[in-house]
């Protein structure tokens, strides 16, 4: 619109500024070929009637031929021409005229009459009031004015004056005006419109450019289904919705049988094979309602909307059916089966949060690969005690595992975080409950970073100002996967403000000082320390005493100035204390299950 809006601005000025050009030409040519023909007939009227005595005699003219002279110029005058014809001698006296009563009337030497009689025809447009004429008005509110001058050997004897009625000159020199904005504007709009289909066939490019690039950002490379973060994202949505319509939404983790061995004995070729035709068989078997991702290595997750829910399990059972008849061949291999183990669970039958029913499937999950495999299995009910404290670290053990699978040098980021985050507690005095619960909040502070694309998350460059956009959404994605667990409020404060800062300038509710909960603050410093310590896909890392340097600068502006110098302190004078690159003296927890 900017360069459409300039386009017809340049348009517009040239129309005006050509229209100002031509119709000074116009006009200078239209004076040019009055003044020329009027100076041939006057110089023919001269020759034929007046006499040079007429003019330089004491005498009066003689009354007849002064009365036949002026029937000549009468004659010559017309409506919508000339107007008036003067004779004037160089005194100013008018010795003839087409009006017999301006005969002998004086006029003033002076102006275009004055120049005239220097030598040479003047020609001037103006109003009538500038008409320098003699005596009485005209009809025409604007004039050309012709001063002639006669010669005989070069002296001048005295001067014609014509009066012309400008009217008819100044319509032709509109009109033409008119017509060249008239060309000028249907060229303007010719080219406008076609400017108009470019920049549309353009836009309309783009936007499908962008809406592929940004769909890329959420499809697997191999099998271009859902990736991990998006079918996540999408099931955190879904149940949402779900939530507020009342509605149950139904999950499958579809896992294939013995993958590891079949990737360790034939190849990622092999591995990558297996993993096409399982997803193109999923896809081929979709129903309306059903989304397909990929969950994992070897798995995938289907999202039953309300609509599906009770199409989900036939879906995987005839899914499952079909694989029997379908074997793969690597190299000198055997005809080798392709068989799945599949977990249900539903909303809000067997898990009332994102979280929950993930880890509910991936156990029901876990429990038909070890039956076996090629087996289909469907959560059981639980029971109105089962939803315990342990239950809930259970999951959060999952999720801890889940940041793993994204991506290793998040979970390195937050076991680091976890221990000096953890370690300021302990210098601040906080209690063995809130220093467990603070290293918690470490350990899952990034767990929304599982939505982030990867071409965002491990970019080896500064992100633009659209990536941060989507990078910064994190927290928020973190705190909707665990804000449903039982007894996690300090938790959920950790995640969703730990990019808060202490001047208000921080992401996403802007909170400022003491506003900000103690638990983020503590984050904050501890991630800022392991953020400059640890080497980056897109930097190096920094030396402790230029990390502790930077994290000094950052306080009162970034950071709590009294965290950061507990930290510092600390860092620099106890011997106990968490330095980058050692492992942690023990594990927060021991995970008793892996959540795929």
Do not use: C
Request: proline share 5%; glycine share 8%; charged share 25%.
């Amino acid at each position: 619109m900017l360069v459409f809006g300039a386009f017809l601005a340049i348009v517009g000025a040239t129309a005006t500024a050509q229209s100002a050009l031509v119709g000074e030409h116009f006009r200078t040519s239209a004076l040019i070929d009055v003044v020329s023909s009027d100076a041939a007939t006057t110089r023919a009227f001269v020759n034929a009637y007046v006499l040079p005595t007429d003019l330089t005699g004491d005498q009066p003219m003689n009354e007849a031929y002064q009365a036949r002279l002026e029937a000549q110029f009468a004659a010559l005058t017309r409506t919508g021409e000339i107007l008036r014809i003067e004779l004037r001698r160089p005194d100013g006296r008018i010795v003839a005229a087409s009006d017999p009563a301006l005969r002998g009337a004086m006029v003033p030497v002076a102006g275009e009459f004055a120049e005239a009689l220097a030598g040479g025809a003047i020609a001037a447009l103006g109003p009538s009031a500038d008409a320098a004429a003699g005596p009485g008005s005209f009809e025409s509110p604007t004039l050309v004015r012709e001063f002639l001058p006669i010669s005989v050997d070069g002296t001048i004897l005295g001067v014609i004056g014509i009066w012309r009625d400008a009217e008819p000159i100044l319509a032709r020199l509109d009109d033409v005006r008119r017509q060249i904005v008239v060309v000028t504007l249907s060229a303007a709009l010719i080219a406008a419109a076609l400017l108009f289909l470019v920049f549309r066939t353009a836009q309309a490019r783009l936007s499908r450019q962008t809406a592929a690039l940004l769909e890329s950002t959420r499809r697997d490379p191999l099998t271009e289904v859902l990736n991990h973060g998006a079918i996540v994202g999408l099931l955190a949505e879904s149940l949402e919705r779900a939530r507020a319509a009342g509605r149950p939404i139904g999950i499958a983790l579809v896992d294939i049988d013995n993958f590891r061995l079949l990737n360790d004995t034939h190849g990622h070729e092999a591995g990558d094979q297996t993993l096409l035709v399982l997803a193109d068989t999923l896809a081929a078997h979709g129903v309306p309602g059903v989304e397909l991702g990929r969950y994992g290595p070897d798995e995938f997750l289907l999202i039953a909307e309300p609509a599906a829910v009770a199409h989900l399990e036939p879906l995987v059972d005839r899914l499952r059916t079909e694989l029997v008849d379908l074997s793969l061949r690597f190299d000198e291999s055997e005809r080798l089966p392709i068989s799945i183990s599949v977990g249900i669970a539903t909303y809000p039958e067997h898990a009332a949060s994102v979280t929950t029913l993930l880890s509910v499937a991936a156990q029901v999950l876990e429990g038909a690969k070890a039956s076996g495999g090629d087996t289909v299995r469907v959560a059981e009910r639980p029971s109105a005690g089962d939803v315990t404290e342990t239950s809930t670290f259970d999951v959060l053990q999952g999720l801890v595992i889940a940041v793993d699978t994204k991506d290793r040098y998040t979970k390195r980021h937050s076991e680091d975080v976890a221990r000096y985050a953890t370690f300021i507690g302990q210098r601040i005095g906080m209690s063995a409950a809130e220093l467990h619960t603070l290293g918690v909040a470490g350990l899952l502070h990034d767990v929304g970073k599982i939505g982030v694309p990867d071409q965002i998350l491990r970019k080896p460059s500064k992100l633009t100002a659209g990536e941060y956009g989507v990078l910064q959404q994190h927290v928020a994605l973190g705190d909707m996967i665990v804000r449903d667990l039982p007894d996690v409020d300090v938790i959920r404060a950790g995640i969703r403000h730990h990019h808060e800062r202490w001047d208000g300038d921080g992401y996403l509710d802007r909170l400022e000082g003491e506003e900000i909960p103690l638990v983020a603050r503590i984050l904050a410093v501890a991630d800022a320390f392991s953020a400059m310590t640890t080497t980056r896909p897109y930097r190096k890392s920094f030396g402790i005493q230029e990390a502790l340097t930077r994290l000094g600068d950052a306080s009162g502006t970034q950071l709590d100035e009294r965290l950061v110098r507990v930290f510092m302190e600390g860092i620099e004078r106890d011997s106990t204390a968490p330095l980058p690159g050692e492992p942690g003296t023990g594990r927060l927890w021991l995970p008793r299950r892996r959540v795929a």
